[in-house]
């Protein structure tokens, strides 16, 4: 276990944030020219959803992860900064709207996620496998990456939610089992780990994510490793939780990046493929590299 000296993000009103943590704004060329697609296309990405701090690099080499099924989720969870309440109808013409400007854009490998849609008995399986389907059809070299919701235990939804043979689906744990009540209050720690196992069982190459920061301890996290192992994951990205605005989850602490690197190599050792772990590392942060692990 490594002993780092943390910042206390109770010592301050606001604590600064430390060096590791700062990103440039968004700039250059090949940024411009997806902020346009985006814009013309009247899409949504989680990029700006969700306040990515990697929205300039991503968008900068010409990639973005798109979020179907609207910008307004059923769920409340105390980290997230995508907008809470009642979604509109959805649209079906997003799948062919996604899939071209993925095809204008000419990415090699496409990200695509969605907001919880609770409300619908599918849970939106019917829009993700649409609109993966249609990604395929326009953009055939391209390979594409889900990260879906929790589909509460429909497992049917997640069938066809799947069912298109995408290259990887991942499915965020967000945190550890003792904090999933204050920071998932409307999702469940075993049922999350059971998509995960279900999603390896049909076959595919599996995912998931952790926020960091948010008062876990290292012995837990070593847990949530061996749960997902058991679970059968492949991939993990960590990465450090920052509170999106006053009204969300406060930060506990600001981890170290040598703590970063040594879950990176615990993750391996315990019989992750693949470990993405920095504290500016976000689900979809360098996700073409996760295609083949």
């Not at 993000?9 to 606001?14: D, F, I, L, Q």
């Not at 395929?136 to 990260?147: D, F, G, M, Q, V």
Request: with cysteine.
């Amino acid at each position: 276990m490594i002993e780092l000296p943390t910042i206390d993000a109770n010592a301050a009103r606001r604590p600064s944030k430390p060096n590791w943590l700062r990103v440039k704004l968004p700039t250059g060329p090949e940024y411009a020219k997806v902020r346009k697609i985006v814009d013309e296309q009247k899409l949504h990405t989680i990029c700006e959803s969700g306040n990515c701090p990697n929205m300039g690099e991503c968008w900068g080499e010409g990639t973005a992860t798109f979020m179907i099924l609207g910008n307004v989720c059923t769920r409340g969870c105390s980290f997230c900064a995508v907008a809470t309440g009642r979604p509109n109808e959805y649209d079906t013409d997003e799948p062919r709207r996604v899939a071209e400007a993925i095809a204008t854009m000419g990415v090699k490998h496409a990200v695509i996620t969605s907001v919880n849609r609770d409300e619908l008995k599918d849970r939106g399986a019917e829009i993700w496998y649409q609109t993966v389907m249609m990604v395929k059809e326009l953009s055939p070299a391209t390979t594409i990456e889900t990260l879906i919701p929790d589909v509460k235990a429909n497992w049917e939804a997640l069938a066809r939610m799947v069912e298109p043979r995408q290259e990887v689906v991942s499915h965020n744990m967000e945190t550890v089992s003792r904090l999933y009540r204050r920071v998932r209050p409307q999702a469940k720690y075993e049922r999350s780990l059971e998509q995960i196992k279900r999603t390896k069982e049909m076959g595919h190459r599996t995912k998931s994510g952790i926020m960091v920061g948010l008062g876990e301890t290292q012995d837990e996290m070593f847990e949530a490793m061996d749960h997902l192992v058991e679970h059968g994951l492949d991939v993990l990205t960590i990465g450090q939780y920052l509170q999106p605005t006053k009204l969300h989850i406060e930060v506990a602490e600001f981890i170290h990046p040598e703590v970063f690197a040594m879950y990176k190599e615990e993750g391996e050792k315990r019989g992750i493929k693949y470990v993405e772990s920095g504290p500016l590392v976000r689900s979809s942060y360098h996700s073409e590299r996760h295609v083949h692990v």
